[in-house]
């Protein structure tokens, strides 16, 4: 069974501060990894995606992959009001296969 | 900027009633999906369809399910009899891409079974 853990939350930071979310993942097959951001009643929104070990940066948020440790972490700097929603950490195998298995998401709240 | 739109945005229906979800994805995307998020749980996938056909599907899509591409812009999802637990928001996407480097989320349908 595959699955991907994420502490449910919430987190809550204040504004301006720096946000680290963490996941980690079951299946060592897993190749590709992606952040959605969630807002409440509303559909996921892809931020980020990491396939290679190290860090991935883009504007306020880097994602970190560490495979041996099958870990996924993601950072928000300068953390504003309007990152408050809850943050879905997915995984995909390689292989041909492209069914993403989600994990239920770490609720962020950043207060001003 | 294109987006997947989903109709109805909300969904209340009788159990044992079938159901029609649909979806029209962004135009030139050739890759569709159906995930769906009971409240409060976890995003699941359901089935991935490209050409046509249906490209994989979870254990969840069982054959009360069935998808369709009935015309060049609409995708459905067919629930045939539904149950209390079928209770949830359905997220229709699609990717221009295999696997769905991005994946394009519409705003979902809600589906309350009573």
């Known amino acids: 069974q595959k699955e991907v853990e994420q502490n449910s939350g919430p987190l809550s930071v204040p504004e301006g501060a720096i946000a680290s979310l963490n996941c980690t993942y079951s299946d060592r097959g897993s190749q590709s990894f992606f952040w959605y951001r969630q807002y409440s009643g509303k559909s996921p929104e892809l931020i980020m995606s990491i396939y290679s070990n190290g860090d991935k940066e883009d504007g306020r948020f880097t994602a970190q992959l560490n495979k041996a440790s099958q870990y996924v972490s993601l950072l928000i700097r300068d953390s504003q009001p309007s990152d408050s929603a809850t943050y879905l950490c997915?995984?995909?195998?390689?292989?041909?296969?492209?069914?993403?298995?989600f994990g239920r998401g770490t609720s962020l709240i950043v207060h001003p | 900027e294109p987006e997947v739109t989903q109709t109805p945005s909300h969904q209340v229906t009788q159990m044992g009633q079938e159901v029609i979800l649909r979806c029209v994805p962004i135009s030139n995307h050739l890759y569709f999906y159906w995930y769906r998020q009971i409240l409060g749980q976890k995003v699941e996938f359901l089935v991935s369809?490209?050409?046509?056909?249906?490209?994989?599907k979870s254990e969840i899509f069982d054959d009360q399910f069935s998808v369709e591409r009935p015309d060049g812009s609409n995708f459905t999802l067919k629930i045939r009899s539904t149950k209390l637990e079928d209770s949830a928001m359905y997220f229709c996407?699609?990717?221009?891409?295999?696997?769905?480097?991005?994946?394009?989320f519409g705003p979902g349908t809600r589906l309350l079974v009573l």
């Open positions: 369809f490209y050409n046509n056909e249906i490209s994989e």
């Open positions: 996407a699609s990717s221009d891409l295999a696997g769905g480097q991005t994946q394009y």
């Open positions: 997915a995984s995909r195998e390689g292989g041909g296969s492209y069914i993403p298995t």
